[in-house]
């Protein structure tokens, strides 16, 4: 599937627990270790410095990103079957199971996978969409907590008390990157991530208690296009516009149902731009640090994931140059 690269989009942001505790529970429980709590945080050796350090794996940003997602697209179009978004829960629905046996070329089973699944992929499609693990960026303020078990039918506590390690403060930073993307997918992560940073999508351990809210800063925006060595392109300027697949004419496109993207580039901010691959090495990329700029252009894609929504049915019907 997508053997080029055509557009790349990496973005970073920081998050922070928001006036709640975060707990992402590492496998490892007490057992016999007393100087163990627990539920302890997940640890991993600093890439810097390589003292253990407590850190937000990317595999649980990525399930908490991907799952946000799917509830956006089921809100927004309640009743639509598992085509439109399929849940990875039920074997017999989701995608991944429905390729099972099916040999179709890989075009055919991008064209046939849901909203969900051609962003974050399945068993036999890859992701459009990488997390980094992330950091804290200073030292976090880690606390205990006690937690008991109650029991449903006595009110009584049924185990514990148990303790638990969180992270009350602390700023993790967070690398995200999409590539071979349509700016309808733009859009709706833009969506998921605003939920994520106003706290409406709890991270980690004990969701229902209220913990794992988060804030989230927009850091720094990169777009790339690979293999160009002009920022002159079909009549766009690669520095200054955000070009969905779409606009790429490429072998076979019309294989993969695309949605059509109308337009297919959306002006990208003049102000604070900083070129950082001018052709010369056969990419072209501009990178933004400023907030606002970050914030209009992630927010400019919106109207493309609206489109996509009311798009019906799904999958797209495929280019007429498809026959
Ligand atoms: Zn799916």
Known sequence: ????????LTLIFDLEPHEAPLLIKSGRESGADPTLLDMNFVRTAHPRTGEPAVFLPGSSLKGALRSCCEKIARTVKPGEDSHWCCNPFQKDSFCGKRFDEDERPSADRYWGSCIA???????????????????????????????????????????????????????????????NFQLWQVGLLTVALRELGQGRVPIGFGKSKGFG????????????????????????????????????????????GL????????????????????????????????????????????GHWRACVSLSPWPPAREASHV
């Open 1 to 8: 599937m997508f053997k080029r690269l055509f557009n790349e």
């Open 117 to 179: 699944c051609r962003t974050f992929g399945h068993t036999h499609m890859g992701s459009h969409v990488a997390l980094s693990d992330a950091y804290p960026l200073a030292e976090p303020r880690l606390e205990q907590r006690d937690g008991v078990a109650i029991d449903r039918i006595s009110g009584a506590v049924a185990a514990g008390p148990f303790n638990l390690e969180v992270v009350t403060r602390g700023t993790f930073r967070v690398t995200l990157s999409l590539r």
């Open 213 to 256: 809210r988060m804030a989230l800063t927009y850091r720094e925006l990169e777009v790339a296009y690979p293999g160009r060595f002009s920022a002159h392109f079909d009549g766009h300027d690669l520095n200054a516009e955000l070009l969905d697949l779409f606009a790429f004419n490429f072998p076979g496109r019309a294989d993969y």
């Open 259 to 302: 949605v059509p993207a109308e337009p297919n580039a959306l002006p990208l901010p003049a102000v604070g731009c900083q070129v950082v691959d001018d052709g010369t090495f056969g990419r072209v990329a501009s990178r933004w640090t400023d907030r606002t700029a970050i914030e209009e252009t992630l927010n400019s894609t919106v």
